[in-house]
């Protein structure tokens, strides 16, 4: 009758305790009490009551907390491949144009004679400023792309790769006397890639693609429409190629048959 009387007096404070005091001797509950200064059954009952609230209130709010499940913040991609080749792009540029670095234009692709390693640094040499700054804004954007979806080492490779076969159909199908640079090849090679890697059948990415599509291709071209004005008189007559649409389609199809490559590697069971 004592713990009943009890409960009518407080009943917010009941609510949400346990009586971990009461004890049950021959189906009778009865209160442990003695021990305390105080005899009074109801106040030993508020008073346990008080302190079990307090314990079990501490105890749910630190259960509460332990229970959250941790926030996983995704590992950032540190993102410093594609600046390394605009910067390469622009140091041989100054080199080239501002300080007339004797061997810079050794660099470049002659397509009479030329050296091997010409295939690979002609990617890296430009005609004029605004060539150069053309190629920049698409190389940062695309490769900015692949390097985040793929890696650093994905950006470097796609990037050699894709201009190498760009250079490599251009001197077997243009003329003997052109010499050809840009980085033109590359960036249609990135920008399929960019494309490929991340493309659904869904209708939105392929408005996307159609509209950036549309946009590089002119853009691309009219850039490279720049190298014109070195056409003519360039180291004993050798023309530059004004507009190079080989290495375009080239660097754009080589992107395409990399990533078809890449995709019938087997990958690691443990990535799965």
Not at 73 to 80: A, F, S, Y
Not at 111 to 124: D, I, L, R, S
Not at 248 to 258: E, F, K, Q, T
Request: glycine content about 6%.
């Amino acid at each position: 009758m004592a713990a009943l009387a009890v409960a009518a007096l407080t009943p917010f404070k009941l609510k949400s305790c346990k009586l971990i005091h009461i004890h049950t001797f021959n189906s009778k509950p009865t209160l442990s009490y003695k021990s305390l200064p105080y005899h009074d059954p109801l106040f030993v009952l508020r008073s346990r009551t008080r302190t079990s609230c307090n314990i079990n209130k501490s105890d749910m709010i630190s259960q509460l907390e332990l229970g959250k499940p941790e926030q996983k913040r995704k590992p950032e991609k540190r993102v410093n491949g594609i600046f390394w080749v605009i910067l390469l792009n622009i140091g041989i540029f100054v080199a080239d144009h501002f300080f007339q670095v004797n061997g810079i234009k050794a660099l470049y692709l002659y397509h009479n004679w030329p050296a091997w390693y010409q295939f690979v640094t002609a990617t890296f040499c430009h005609a004029n400023w605004k060539h150069l700054s053309s190629n920049l804004f698409f190389l940062y954007i695309f490769g900015k792309l692949v390097e985040e979806e793929e890696g650093n080492f994905a950006l470097w490779l796609s990037y050699i790769l894709t201009g190498v076969g760009a250079n490599l159909v251009s001197w077997l199908v243009l003329p003997r006397n052109t010499v050809s640079v840009g980085a033109s090849g590359a960036v249609f090679g990135l920008f399929t890639i960019s494309v490929l890697v991340k493309m659904s059948w869904d209708w939105r990415k392929i408005l996307e693609v159609l509209i950036l599509g549309q946009f590089v291709i002119e853009k691309v071209m009219e850039a490279a429409q720049a190298s014109t004005s070195l056409s003519g008189t360039f180291r004993g007559g050798y023309p530059l190629q004004s507009v190079n649409h080989i290495a375009h389609l080239s660097g754009a199809l080589v992107g395409v048959l990399l990533v078809w490559l890449l995709s019938k590697v087997p990958s690691d069971p443990s990535d799965r």
